[in-house]
């Protein structure tokens, strides 16, 4: 992989945000509840149809809303 790209999803319990290089691509207001105890699959469904077809370096989860102005690359 010679080109890599940063992504980022944040819902502060309202709004939605999408994230690509640091740039906010797309938001919306969403309802959602909490989700309960369950599965996580990254790269692929959990039926294990569709996979990504790339690399992945890191993959991180808050268990808060991180602002905006928090979001970036390190």
Do not use: N
């Not at 790209?5 to 690509?20: E, I, K, N, P």
Request: proline content about 3%; charged content about 25%.
């Amino acid at each position: 992989a010679d080109v890599w790209h940063w992504a980022a999803l944040s819902y502060d319990g309202r709004t939605q945000r999408h994230f690509v290089d640091a740039t906010e691509e797309l938001s919306g207001e969403v309802i959602f509840a909490p989700l309960g105890a369950g599965h996580m699959s990254v790269g692929t469904r959990l039926t294990l149809e569709d996979w990504y077809k790339g690399c992945a370096s890191e993959l991180r989860i808050h268990h808060r809303s991180v602002p905006a102005e928090e979001l970036g690359r390190e």
